[in-house]
């Protein structure tokens, strides 16, 4: 039953090319219709069914531990990243989701809109990293380097310098995060990436950025992807102006939001997983109040994540 399952869900996959990534996750996620149909169906009952027992389960003072059976308690991969929800362990579950890697139902949950951007937008982070780093390698750039803000295991980045190696590029990232154990798998994956001499790791909270802003040097890249998703905006206004300090004169930012979505009451819900979202516009005015007067957008299919690169 749960090969016959994951056969059916894969057989739903559309790709679209993702620009120049020469790796197994070169092609976009774009997966819509068959949640369409679960968002009326299931996710949303199972949103107001989820409420109304938190409602009493906090009116009587009792103890919450699975949400619903039909996800965090028959879906292994869906209970940790409800336990996990807004940490680097949750993002890495869903990073490196293959269809038939679980059961039935983990496939159908991490499969969900949510979780393909997520996935999308970590390889919108990577080509561009690639695309970007390569020329100003051409433009005999020299010391290249990247800081990424609340990097958790930096995915993204540690596969794109690995990417950079085999092509004679050469790139030093700073992961800035207050996780050890997120710093930790890092190292392992740029161990197996083969660049663990590339990265270098700081553990520290951003709300103690301005202890260590004289220790980091400025960089090419300032990289923040999933960070504003758990502030408010005028709290990320102040945070982006911080390390909006660590860009070189002609260095880009490079920073994501997540935009309102029809899932979002499915995740906060059901999923524990509380985030703020904005629109394109709300996320054009944090920029602008941050500093920055020229911004460009990078494509998400789905159009969940705004990634903007700012200057």
């Known amino acids: 039953m749960p090969q016959i399952g994951s056969l059916a869900l894969r057989s739903f ?11 197994d996750d070169s092609k976009f996620e774009v997966w819509s219709w068959p949640y369409f149909v679960v968002l009326l169906l299931v996710m949303w009952p199972l949103t107001l069914w989820v409420a109304m027992k938190k409602f009493f389960c906090h009116l009587f003072c009792l103890e919450l531990k699975v949400n619903t059976y039909w996800v965090d308690g028959v879906s292994q991969a869906s209970r940790e990243i409800k336990e996990n929800a807004g940490n680097w362990r949750s993002l890495d579950i869903i990073y490196n989701f293959y269809h038939g890697r679980g059961t039935w139902v983990d496939n159908f949950w991490i499969g969900i809109r949510n979780a393909q951007a997520v996935r999308n937008r970590k390889r919108v ?37 690995g990417i950079l190696r085999k092509r004679g590029v050469e790139v030093t990232a700073y992961l800035y995060d207050r996780d050890e154990t997120a710093l930790e798998n890092a190292r392992t994956l740029a161990k197996k990436h083969g660049v663990e001499d590339a990265i270098r790791c700081v553990c520290e909270d951003v709300c103690n950025i301005r202890k260590v802003l004289r220790k980091l040097p400025k960089c090419h890249v300032v990289e923040m992807v999933g960070l504003l998703d758990y502030f408010k905006s005028d709290s ?39 985030m703020v979202y904005r629109s394109r516009r709300e996320f054009s005015k944090v920029l602008r109040n941050s500093g920055f007067s020229k911004f460009d957008f990078l494509e998400e299919p789905l159009g969940i994540h705004h990634i903007a690169v700012a200057r």
């Open 13 to 23: 996959i559309q790709t679209k090319e993702a620009p120049e990534v020469n790796s």
């Open 125 to 161: 982070v990577k080509s561009f990293l690639i695309k970007h780093f390569s020329e100003l390698a051409m433009r005999c750039e020299k010391n290249l380097t990247i800081l990424s803000v609340a990097s958790g295991s930096a995915q993204a980045v540690i596969e794109a310098i």
């Open 236 to 274: 990320a206004t102040k945070m982006i102006k911080i390390f909006k300090q660590l860009l070189r004169e002609e260095g880009v930012f490079l920073v994501a939001t997540i935009n309102h979505n029809l899932e979002c009451f499915f995740l906060r819900t059901v999923v524990n997983w509380k």
